[in-house]
């Protein structure tokens, strides 16, 4: 079992930046693959972005790229999304996913996640 718990949501302004944190906590040993979802009010839960555990695989939704951008410290178990150029409609509750990474589903895959966190709101006003 692994627990994930997100931070960093907020209120910005269109055009500004925000930078989510994921904390990841399992089993000494396991290495974990991580992915960042977004869903807004009444919508599905699509996916923003992936990373791999070594950090040298990413991949990004096109709505995205280019404005957001994934990282990771595995020194501190830790998974980043820094977010630029923040639009209104980026606005949503934020998920980090976790999983085992010798599963090799495509990122986008919301089943092939094993842990999830709780979600953090990040709202963007015009």
């Known amino acids: 079992q692994a627990q994930v718990a997100e931070s960093g949501g907020g209120s910005v302004q269109a055009g500004g930046s925000l930078r989510l944190s994921c904390v990841v906590s399992?089993?000494?040993?396991?290495?974990?693959?991580m992915g960042w979802f977004r869903q807004a009010t009444e919508n599905e839960r699509d996916f923003v972005a992936f990373?791999?555990?070594?950090?040298?695989?990413?991949y990004y939704a096109d709505s995205v790229r280019g404005r957001f951008t994934i990282s990771r410290d595995n020194a501190k178990n830790t998974a980043y999304l820094q977010m630029n150029s923040l639009k209104p409609e980026d606005t949503a509750v934020y998920y980090c996913?976790?999983?085992?990474?010798?599963?090799?589903?495509?990122?986008?895959?919301?089943?092939?996640?094993?842990?999830w966190g709780q979600g953090t709101q990040v709202t963007v006003s015009s």
């Open positions: 990373i791999n555990w070594s950090g040298d695989t990413t």
């Open positions: 996913a976790a999983r085992r990474s010798y599963i090799s589903a495509l990122p986008i895959l919301e089943a092939s996640y094993d842990y």
């Open positions: 399992g089993r000494a040993g396991t290495t974990y693959a």
